[in-house]
T-cell receptor, first 113, second 113 residues
Framework: DAGVTQTPRHEVAEKGQTIILKCEPV?????LFWYRQTKIQGLELLSY????????DGGAFKDRFKAEMLNSSFSTLKIQPTEPKDSAVYLC???????????FGPGTRLLVL | QQQVRQSPQSLTVWEGETAILNCSYE??????FPWYWQFPRESPALLIA?????NKKEDGRFTIFFNKREKKLSLHITDSQPGDSATYFC????????????FGAGTKLTIKP
């Protein structure tokens, strides 16, 4: 079984641009998570889907971050407009249920200039 | 507001010693506590998890001790090996209300040979 895949692996954006990150969860998993990871803030939950329904939209991240799950096997995270403080590793994870093992993708390393 | 706290922030022990990583939480409805580890330039992966029906969970050299009354957990790594050097995240989730998983800030463990 393929694990979680994320594209692109690296992204460089200018301030103010719109970028879209993509994630394909493990086949059959019901839950999908988007996280942002930085050395200062650690792992921060951006969005959480259960069976394609948005369960958590990340509170403080709502204004410029929008995650969508177009079907059970594909999700996107849009950041619009990007700011330098958005520079981080964005991780996608999936699981059977919210209290099952989360399998993380390799991440997208974003640099905003 | 940090619902899951970890200490220490970083820890160095000698090979063969026991490393003890601490975790505490605030929400008394939390009923699932996974520990994830993350090696440099890799994504987090599940190491071991415990549910409050028991106060101890063992997997080889890794043991979780759980104290429900004090809302504390600890991860003990016996006979530490240099390959155990990683960042360890304690996490928690609940079956009630907001079911999202909450991660602690992590403990960076270094094992010196």
């Amino acid at each position: 079984d393929a694990g979680v895949t994320q594209t692109p692996r690296h992204e460089v954006a200018e301030k103010g641009q719109t970028i879209i990150l993509k994630c394909e969860p493990v086949s059959g998993h019901n839950d999908l998570f988007w996280y942002r990871q930085t050395k200062i803030q650690g792992l921060e939950l951006l969005s959480y889907f259960r069976s394609k329904s948005l369960m958590e939209d990340g509170g403080a991240f709502k204004d410029r971050f929008k995650a969508e799950m177009l079907n059970s096997s594909f999700s996107t995270l849009k950041i619009q407009p990007t700011e330098p403080k958005d520079s981080a590793v964005y991780l996608c994870a999936s699981s059977w249920g919210h209290q099952d093992t989360q399998y993380f993708g390799p991440g997208t390393r974003l640099l905003v200039l | 507001q940090q619902q899951v706290r970890q200490s220490p922030q970083s820890l160095t022990v000698w090979e063969g010693e026991t490393a003890i990583l601490n975790c505490s939480y605030e929400d008394s409805t939390f009923d699932y506590f996974p520990w994830y580890w993350q090696f440099p330039r890799e994504s987090p992966a599940l190491l071991i998890a415990i549910r409050p029906v028991s106060n101890k969970k063992e997997d080889g050299r890794f043991t979780i001790f759980f104290n429900k009354r004090e809302k504390k957990l600890s991860l003990h790594i016996t006979d530490s090996q240099p390959g155990d050097s990683a960042t360890y995240f304690c996490a928690a989730s609940s079956n009630y209300g907001n079911e999202k998983i909450t991660f602690g800030a992590g403990t960076k463990l270094t094992i010196k040979p």
